[in-house]
């Protein structure tokens, strides 16, 4: 079977580094996902080129306001709305009609540091399609390194989900490098994602979550 790719950029957009990282994908006619922080769009400038990635073709999805916590590792109950729904205003104009949205995963990982109960709760009722990866080639802190890993990660299954980051590291001088390699690889890119990094579509979820939800509980309210 022909093996595939999904390349989607988290962290974005920033004037340093997301126009080249356009660029290339136009180059090679790549369609892929920007999962942004709301925070990065307080910029008019950074709001202009998430529009110009929508025009391009590019899907746009939610990945948080700060990026500061996991969302399962804090009982704050006003972060679902500081950092989902006010992510989701921001961008509603250019959204992806599916909602997509990406848990802040701290280094990559899967696990129950994910989603809070009320998090899951706010994705669920408002029909969130909640997208995951299958692929962390740690572009952030291996700049050169990580086409290699993202290779070599790339022929480990039929079709792999890829999160790269479109901010400074200097990591995404080496994205053409690598859609080349690919190519000769025999791989084909697609925007869509695997079914397997999909446990909730449009709000309902397609295979157990339990794993990706905090059982910490928050405080009661003083009365």
Known sequence: MKRSITLTFDNGPTSAVTPHVLDVLERYGIGSTF???????EEPQAQELMRSAARQGHWIGNHTYTHSVPLGMTTDPRVVE??????????ADVAHP?????PFGNGGELGSHLLSPGAFEYLHRNAFTC???????RDWDDPDGWVDTALNQSRERDWTLIVLHDYETGAMRNL????RAALD??????????PDCLPMVRGVPVRPMGAMISTLTPPRERR
Do not use: C
């Open 176 to 179: 053409e490098r690598f859609i």
């Open 82 to 91: 500081h950092e989902i729904a006010r992510t989701q205003a921001r961008i």
């Open 98 to 102: 599916d909602k997509f949205f990406r």
């Open 131 to 137: 997208v995951l990866w299958n692929s962390i080639p």
């Open 35 to 41: 999962f942004v922080l709301g925070q990065n769009l």
């Open 185 to 194: 690889d025999g791989v084909t890119f697609h925007q869509a994602f695997p």
